[in-house]
């Protein structure tokens, strides 16, 4: 639908997130956000955006991996407008199903973390953690690094998420085979890592196992970690010593898309500095942008420059994940 087409008085039109504008019977500009984030962030997001631009949003919310193979579906006949938070990989290697758009905030964000041809853009990181429940282990008990996983002692003790369900619990597992040494000695520690956690189908249970107590400690990403402590649980995010991986989401225009003028509103307005703040209030979601004083913010989070940030063949990775999942699967079953 047109952002201008004219619709007669008194025709219903049922569209998910539509309103119609009641004085001319014009109907409100719409984009179609193809979408991996949580149910909590669009809430939050999307009734914004449309409260300041007057755009509905029509979310089409999936797994990454299932958003992205229906804009490979579509790309004759594009039914969305945007794809919102899917890793730097998925936007890299479909780049060509995009449309360039220089966002206002393009300076803001690291070069590292848009496209040159600014066919995608960095919107969030998310960082690699283990989460404690410190009612359950007092938090000086509690592990530094990731090597102190392995420790026999921690068996049955941290709730992970099946690499098999989750991209994250599956850069976690590949991050750390690096981190360990890489090849057959790398693989040989990941097995001693996943012989002590316990293996769970959602990351939504790994956050509640750790917040509620039933786990002293789970493998999972920063925000969750915040987003607990916040509510009240006793949860404290450990940034591992050893290092840890900061993963980029990030937002693009889909090519041919029906509402490009609306797609380019959003990509705009969602890096914005005060969005972004909006959004780790609400989310604990770290900014791409790095002008942000996170300290001052909810969560005291640390900054990039503070922590230990691992190297990471994410294509390498990506391209060998069928095979990986195989490799970590039987790793499972041997060490049930």
């Known amino acids: 639908m047109g952002i201008s087409a004219l619709k007669p008085l008194g025709l219903a039109l049922v569209v998910l997130g539509a309103v119609f504008a009641s004085s001319a019977g014009l109907a409100q500009p719409k984009v179609v956000i193809y979408s991996s984030n949580d149910d909590t962030l669009h809430k939050l997001v999307f009734t914004a955006f449309t409260k300041e631009t007057g755009i509905a949003v029509e979310p089409v919310t999936a797994?990454?991996?299932?958003?992205?193979?229906?804009?490979?579906?579509?790309?004759d006949r594009p039914g969305?407008?945007?794809?919102?938070?899917?890793?730097?990989?998925?936007?890299?290697?479909?780049?060509q199903l995009f449309a360039p758009y220089r966002s206002k905030h393009h300076e803001a964000i690291p070069p590292e973390l848009r496209d040159p041809a600014d066919l995608w853009i960095g919107t969030n990181l998310h960082l690699m953690v283990i989460l404690q429940n410190t009612k359950v282990l007092p938090e000086g008990q509690g592990p530094k690094a990731w090597a102190d996983l392995l420790d026999p002692k921690w068996k049955g003790k941290i709730a992970?998420?099946?690499?098999?369900?989750?991209?994250?619990a599956y850069?976690?597992?590949?991050?750390?085979?690096?981190?360990?040494?890489?090849?057959?000695?790398?693989?040989?520690?990941?097995?001693?890592?996943?012989?002590?956690?316990?293996?769970?189908?959602?990351?939504?249970?790994?956050?509640?196992?750790?917040?509620n107590g039933e786990y002293p400690l789970g493998i999972s990403l920063e925000y969750a970690g915040h987003v607990w402590a916040a509510g009240g649980a006793p949860v404290k995010t450990v940034y591992p010593a050893d290092?840890?991986?900061?993963?980029?989401?990030?937002?693009?225009?889909?090519?041919?898309?029906?509402?490009?003028?609306?797609a380019r509103a959003f990509v705009d307005y969602v890096n914005r500095k005060d969005v972004r703040e909006m959004i780790i209030k609400g989310t604990f979601r770290r900014p791409a942008r790095q002008d942000?004083?996170?300290?001052?913010?909810?969560?005291?989070?640390?900054?990039?420059?503070?922590?230990?940030?691992?190297?990471?063949k994410e294509e390498a990775w990506t391209a060998a994940r069928a095979a990986t999942l195989?490799?970590?699967?039987?790793?499972?079953q041997q060490t049930r």
């Open 80 to 95: 969305g407008d945007i794809v919102w938070g899917v890793s730097r990989s998925l936007l890299e290697t479909n780049k």
């Open 243 to 262: 290092g840890t991986l900061a993963q980029m989401e990030g937002v693009a225009i889909v090519k041919g898309g029906p509402n490009a003028e609306a």
């Open 171 to 211: 850069t976690t597992i590949t991050m750390l085979v690096e981190l360990f040494g890489g090849g057959d000695a790398g693989w040989a520690k990941v097995k001693q890592l996943i012989a002590n956690t316990r293996v769970l189908n959602r990351s939504s249970l790994v956050f509640q196992g750790v917040g």
């Open 160 to 168: 992970f998420t099946d690499p098999a369900n989750s991209g994250s």
């Open 63 to 75: 797994g990454s991996g299932v958003v992205v193979k229906r804009i490979q579906t579509e790309k």
């Open 292 to 312: 942000l004083d996170l300290a001052k913010l909810p969560g005291s989070m640390p900054a990039l420059s503070a922590l230990k940030l691992l190297p990471y």
């Open 326 to 332: 195989d490799k970590i699967k039987d790793m499972v």
